[in-house]
């Protein structure tokens, strides 16, 4: 599923350091699970949770529905579906927010590209097809990450706004706030992994990093970041 800030890059670098020492029937929880692109490659117990509830209600009719069903979406249905979302069943705004938008953002815009003959909606649908069978196992829940439930002794990993970025989910986030939960799991006895550019040096470390290209901006450069895998600093 196509989703700002999607790690599907980096999952094949990424997933073995956290799952390294993941047990028996361990639960493995992302409380910023977005489009799914990087849970789908976990196995076992597992929870993604979200506080957008249209791309977890979609996310959960992908589990368990015909994808076909899914009537075409032009751009003027995108915008009608954009200025009145309580018309529609919320799984149709995920699609249509996050799916047809410029840039996987939720409803910046209707996604335009100079290739002639693209046709997001047909690329969206034919993603979630091959995601179909790769995320029925796994428990969607739609929820703030401080209110979500986790299994005790769980693997966490978090894949938060980045902070100094534009936001994927138009709302003010807490980072100090979140610096504190993250901590506070891990104290509970719950192993953390966030993924950020940067974390506060005196209680995070980074043990993964790797420069990749975001984008191109309007005068074909690319634009590099640093990804960074983050755990919490014992001591």
């Not at 390294?20 to 990087?38: A, I, S, T």
């Not at 996310?59 to 579906?81: A, T």
């Not at 002794?153 to 138009?170: A, V």
Request: proline letters at 3%.
């Amino acid at each position: 599923m196509k989703y700002m800030g999607s790690k599907r890059r980096i999952a094949k670098e990424i997933l073995p350091i956290i799952l390294k020492d993941r047990q028996l029937n361990q639960w493995y929880v992302e409380p910023f699970v977005g489009g799914g692109n990087l849970i789908e490659n976990v196995s076992g117990h597992c929870i993604g949770a979200d506080n957008n509830k249209y791309i977890i209600a979609l996310l959960k009719y992908v589990q368990n529905n015909d994808l076909n069903k899914i009537e075409y979406i032009d751009e003027e249905k995108y915008m009608h579906i954009k200025n009145n979302k309580d018309l529609y069943d919320d799984y149709i705004v995920g699609f249509a927010g996050f799916g047809l938008s410029f840039g996987a953002q939720f409803f910046p815009g209707f996604a335009r590209e100079k290739k002639k003959g693209r046709d997001f909606f047909r690329e969206t649908l034919n993603n979630l097809k091959k995601q179909q069978e790769k995320i029925k196992h796994i428990n969607f829940i739609h929820s703030d990450y401080k209110d979500l439930n986790i299994p005790d002794n769980s693997i966490i990993y978090c894949d938060p706004p980045y902070k100094g970025t534009e936001r994927y989910w138009k709302q003010k986030f807490n980072y100090e706030e979140f610096y504190e939960w993250c901590i506070k799991k891990h104290n509970e006895g719950h192993k953390v992994f966030i993924s950020e550019y940067e974390m506060p040096e005196n209680r995070f470390k980074s043990i993964w990093e790797k420069e990749i290209i975001l984008t191109i901006n309007n005068l074909q450069q690319p634009i590099k970041k640093v990804e960074k895998l983050f755990i919490i600093k014992e001591g």
